[in-house]
């Protein structure tokens, strides 16, 4: 079993309920991201879901400089706040530098380490020296068990506020391929483990100039990790994924949301029967 993180008064790991975080891949604009929060949040207290949104400022990874990348810092963390003031939901947002540590943790409950810079060292230990509770990104080119030298700098750090997130591993050119198995490797590391099922059907810089991939299949990849055993599930959503700004071919419709999570409860309560 894993520990217990809090966040506020939401608990993930151990025996607290199965967790979502969900929300658009970037920060589109104030008035679609404050309309998909209302949404959620709505969503979540209708099924009693233990909720954290999730959207991001800034995508500094984008395949082609031409991508949109967010709104920048400054306005997607006052774009955060407002939800965070309106909503008392936690928030999480990812942060690429020292910089955007000490400025996030101002505003968000969770900080993430980006898949691409889960071994920057200088950043790891920036954000296990803010006190908050940090979302490591496994990295698509990490095994599972290497995630325990990202989770040990952390920990020197003196923070034990841990989340591991899978989010699939390199397979070939242009591919992912999610392994079950890392679930429970990283389990054994104690801190409750998460299941990206959108990143995780990536097809990375699969087309062309952008990353494609298949929402399709991440439902499915959902259900099998929650069979499998997490302690939570990482879903990014929109009202209408085709003319999502980012992440477009992954992001599983907010309208199927609802019973999807329908599924993933009730999986998750058949295996801790």
Same mark, same amino acid.
């Given at each position: 079993?894993?520990?217990?993180?809090?966040?506020?008064?939401? &608990?993930?790991?151990?025996? /607290? =309920?199965?967790?979502?975080?969900?929300?658009?891949?970037?920060?589109?604009?104030?008035?679609?991201?404050?309309?998909?929060?209302?949404?959620?949040?709505?969503?979540a207290e209708k099924e009693k879901i233990p909720f954290i949104f999730k959207a991001s400022y800034d995508k500094a990874n984008r395949t082609?400089?031409?991508?949109?990348?967010?709104?920048?810092i400054a306005k997607g963390l006052e774009i955060l706040a407002e939800i965070k003031a309106k909503h008392d939901v936690p928030i999480l947002t990812d942060v690429h530098t020292e910089q955007e540590v000490h400025l996030a943790s101002k505003i968000v409950d969770i900080l993430q380490l980006p898949a691409f810079l889960c071994r920057q060292t200088d950043l790891v230990l920036a954000l296990g020296e803010s006190g908050k509770?940090?979302?490591?990104? &496994?990295?698509?080119?990490? /095994? =599972?068990?290497?995630i325990k030298n990202v989770i040990a700098k952390i920990e020197s750090t003196g923070n034990r506020k841990i989340i591991v997130t899978e989010r699939g591993a390199s397979f070939g050119y242009n591919n992912l391929v999610a392994d079950m198995r890392s679930l429970l490797v990283m389990r054994e590391f104690g801190y409750p483990v998460v299941f990206d099922a959108t990143h995780s059907v990536q097809l990375p810089g699969g087309a062309g100039n952008s990353t494609g991939g298949d929402g399709k299949w991440a439902p499915y990849l959902a259900r099998a990790a929650v069979a499998t055993g997490?302690?939570?599930?990482?879903?990014?959503?929109?009202?209408?994924?085709?003319?999502?700004?980012?992440?477009?071919?992954?992001?599983?419709?907010f309208s199927a949301l609802g019973k999807l999570w329908r599924q993933l409860r009730d999986i998750n309560d058949v295996i801790h029967r």
């Open positions: 079993m894993t520990r217990t993180v809090k966040i506020g008064d939401l &608990k993930i790991g151990g025996k /607290a =309920p199965l967790a979502l975080i969900a929300g658009p891949c970037v920060i589109e604009g104030r008035k679609a991201c404050l309309e998909l929060a209302d949404k959620l949040v709505r969503l082609s400089h031409k991508s949109y990348r967010g709104p920048g509770v940090v979302n490591i990104k &496994k990295g698509q080119f990490l /095994a =599972p068990w290497d997490c302690d939570g599930v990482f879903i990014e959503t929109h009202v209408e994924p085709a003319k999502a700004m980012s992440d477009k071919a992954n992001a599983i419709p």
